[in-house]
């Protein structure tokens, strides 16, 4: 069983820019959540997708943007990049509502 | 509102248990977890109680809950070197979020 992937592991881009990011989920999950974790800080709820369909949204502005394909593979979007929105970004995936499994992440920088 | 809060650092020496703890605000809390981090790394699920358990124990963790004080902690017994990592606790409530605390660091020394 494959277990949660994302790609790219670390991208530099600069402010103004758009970057997408990508996650792969676990075999047999039909959701899928993105993650924001800042350097030394736990890690905010951006929102979540559910077949397809925006299923819940954190407190993030609306340059932040998602898509869900149907191999419930699915991109995390941002655009207008600003320094702030350096971090960690992390998917995970689940199948039941109550587990949701890591990706190891994506290391967004921007300068 | 929600919110989760734990300690910042625990120092443990190898052999001893650690008992990490956490509080949470949010009394519609169904599901609470734990969550292991190591450098550099993605969040690795340890373990998680339903609202209604008091007690969940698995190999060397234990896992309280006090929902009348809304009191989360994880213990682990004979702690490894092995063990030091950040680790999360988390709350999911009516909607499937998880909402995190800002991590413990666990540190093991010989």
């Known amino acids: 069983e494959t277990g949660v992937t994302q790609s790219p592991t670390h991208l530099i881009k600069t402010r103004g820019q758009q970057v997408t990011l990508r996650c792969s989920s676990q075999?047999?999950?039909?959701?899928v959540s993105w993650y924001q974790q800042a350097l030394g800080q736990g890690p905010q709820f951006i929102f979540q997708?559910?077949?397809?369909?925006?299923?819940g949204r954190g407190n993030f502005p609306p340059r932040f943007s998602g898509l869900q394909f149907p191999n419930y593979s699915s991109e995390l979007n941002v655009n207008a990049l600003e320094l702030d929105d350096s971090a960690l970004y992390l998917c995970?995936?689940?199948?039941?509502?109550?587990?949701?499994?890591f990706g190891p992440g994506t290391r967004l920088t921007v300068l | 509102g929600e919110d989760v809060e734990q300690s910042l650092f625990l120092s443990v020496r190898e052999g001893d248990s650690s008992v990490i703890n956490c509080t949470y605000t949010?009394?519609?809390?169904?599901?609470l977890y734990w969550y292991k981090q190591e450098p550099g790394a993605g969040l690795q699920l340890l373990t998680y109680?339903?609202?209604?358990?008091d007690m969940k124990q698995d190999q060397r963790l234990t896992v309280l809950l006090n929902k009348k004080d809304k009191h989360l902690s994880l213990r682990i017994a004979d702690t490894q070197t092995g063990d030091s990592a950040i680790y999360f606790c988390?709350?999911?409530?009516?909607?499937?979020?998880?909402?995190f605390g800002t991590g413990t660091r666990l540190q093991v020394f010989p």
């Open positions: 995970a995936s689940s199948g039941t509502a109550n587990e949701q499994f």
């Open positions: 075999s047999g999950h039909n959701t």
């Open positions: 997708y559910y077949r397809e369909e925006e299923n």
């Open positions: 949010d009394s519609s809390s169904t599901y």
């Open positions: 109680i339903f609202s209604n358990m």
């Open positions: 988390a709350e999911m409530g009516n909607t499937d979020k998880l909402i």
